[in-house]
């Protein structure tokens, strides 16, 4: 497959192309931004707990470090690829520069379902792999984090195997790290968190309030899902439905979501909680809610499904939910879609903060973390939504825009080596 052939890499081109129009672009800037700077495949080898050895691919891709290291997760699951992989760094170079961090844009991952492995043969794995890639990664080259199928205990091995090469701790070598070898609080629900910022700041511009009367409907149950279930269920909003891979679960009433992780953790399903119907994905995304969050995973809404959407108020938690026809039709149809690379950046934002207070050895608490997030997410949230409103052009292309803004002025300063 080439870099460019996926659905994801194509989309995120073509927005790249619209908001350049936007901004009239330097159209030799936006040709270099529809490349990665570097890919890499691995394979990555594995002993399995029954003695035979699996090898399966692995990828990192830096898409561009003009504004600092690259940054962005690593991800486990069958669909990844080579392009899938290119198209999520892009996504992360533009996400990086929209929030204003100094950091580039990077993703990698590894074509398998993490769920079939035992717990050693994903240790084996993770470890491997890392090894693999630490040419080319490091605390000022390229830092890693948690994506899906990943999580802390996935970047404690990393962070281990890197440190065993070197011959020393080197914490800062990937974030999302458990609080114990370095991790910040609060970035295991940052992601979750940002959302709940962002929809927070949609609700009051649209004259919808945060309580009861706000029905949401959560598709995907992991860690941006399932915090932002809870962030927004423990604000007083009525989360409605939540779904995961196998289905959904439903109650108009609202569900009570501390119980439902509970519940979710013991049994590893939403089947069998207390008070609730079972529905499809579909017709989850499809409900008449307030406001939906997309968080499972890319191109879960496309054309078809976006004209039977009666929602009028889409937070993207995941990268990529709305395929391009989907979120032009939805545009069309006045739906607000407060785009990925605005809604989930809460996981990076702390990501960043977990690097900063990692260099410097000193670390802060949850409440000052959440308070800075805030700033941070929010203020991103209303150079969009003013520029979107400016420009009359959706919240996606402002983003863009936006963002693009920002690596055009870095990458003409930086210039072009050599000349
Ligand atoms: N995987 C997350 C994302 O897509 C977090 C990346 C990071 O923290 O570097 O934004």
Redo the contacts with the bound molecule.
Sequence with gaps: MDITDGALYQNSVKILEDAGKIINCDPNILNRLKKPKRALIVSVPVRMDDGSVKVYTGYRVQHSMTLGPG?????YHMGVDLSEVAG?AM??TF??SLLNLP?GG??GGITVDPTVLSRAELQRMTRRYTSEISNIIGPDKD??????GTNPQTMAWLMDTYSQEVGFAVPGVV??KPIEVGGSLG?EG??GMGVVFCMEEACKKLNYRFDDTLTIAVQGFGNVGSHAALYSHQRGARVIAVSDVDGGIYNKNGLDIPKLIAHFKAKKTLDGFENAEKITNEELLCLDVKALIPAALDGAINAKLAEKIKTKLIIEGA?GPCTAEAGALLVSRGVKIIP?ILA??G??????F?WVQGVSSYFWGEDEVNAKLHTAITSAFHKVWNFSETHKISMRLAAMSCSIQRLEKAMLLRGLYPQ
């Design positions: 940054k962005g997760g690593i991800r999520l996504l992360m996400k990086n950091l990077a993703k830092i890693p984090a948690p994506d899906v974030t999302g970035r940052a992601t990268n990925d989930n950046g996981g990076v934002i702390v990501s960043y977990e």
